[in-house]
């Protein structure tokens, strides 16, 4: 029986990096399975192969069933596993990181712990999403001031561009038709950029709940990452899905915004907006929150020390523990 100090691990330039996989694959109805190194879905159709590696978040919705060599696979290719409602709107629970560095969530902890620190993100939160402004010795309530303004014009600005009539942002929790088909396209972008931005944060392996801008809730941090692109991406796409056409808005919006995630590769730029908020002094790494695969322990004065080595006394450093 092979056994997990036999079985060689993948290392972290062996595995396809977050921002060059999947956002995500949803799938429901059918039975997940494993074969060789890709998950098979198989439902009375068929069988679909899909390669594990390239998966960022596997959706698992209603009527799936998977099994253990498939959660194994995925496991060892760092894949995140969310287990979804219909159309992957409810979300119930999921599994690890693709991440083997704790570097980003330390640092996420680091910065948050500090008011100073905390506010200093908050900053350059602000900085990428309205680069034409500086927000230098704002302060947090005056942030939210400038956040407010900024996203009201951006209303205005886009309705004028597509000729839409705009009568404010209106949405009834629970009830998606309440708004009118700009709303609901606002609501429907906001939705999707809110799980992508969640997936893009677990697979780095930072903590969904501590963030800079949110605070008190477990997606604090998911909210913040979001919201850098509302502006620029979600707010103009869903007055272009509209403007076309005021049927099947929600739908429409999200394949819209499939396709405008991938041309403009925002995966990609969501990983390194995070790390540079986090680790704003540390240099660029391809890895997906740091390449290294190493484990260390903490010693004295800050210093990190070599793990599986006995510290019982200096003439043991060098016996190897296992």
Known sequence: MSTVSRRAALTPRQLTRTDERLSFVYLERCTVHRDANAITAQDAEGTTHIP??????????????VTHQAMSVLGETGAAVCWVGEHGVRYYASGRALSRSSALVEAQARQ???????????????RLR???????GLTRHELLGREG?????CYRAEAARTGMAWR??????????????VNQAITAAAQCMYGIAHAVVTSLGCSPALGFIHSGHELSFVLDVADLY????????AFDVAAQDEEDVGPRT???????INE???????????KRLLLPEAPESPGPGGDSDVVTLQSDHGHQVAAGVNYDGPEDYGDELW
Do not use: H, Q
């Open 130 to 136: 309205f680069p034409d402004e500086d927000p230098a």
């Open 52 to 65: 594990s590696a390239t998966i960022g978040t596997l959706l698992l919705g209603p009527g799936t069933r």
């Open 264 to 274: 403009t590769s925002l995966l990609n730029r969501c990983v390194d907006d995070i």
């Open 112 to 126: 948050w712990a500090n008011p100073r620190n905390r506010l200093a993100v908050a900053r350059a939160m602000y």
């Open 168 to 181: 404010g942002r209106r949405y009834t929790p629970g009830d998606f038709t309440s708004g009118d088909a």
């Open 254 to 260: 999200r394949r819209a915004l499939r396709d405008r």
């Open 149 to 153: 303004r900024g996203v009201k014009d």
């Open 230 to 237: 509302k502006t620029e991406i979600g707010i103009p796409l």
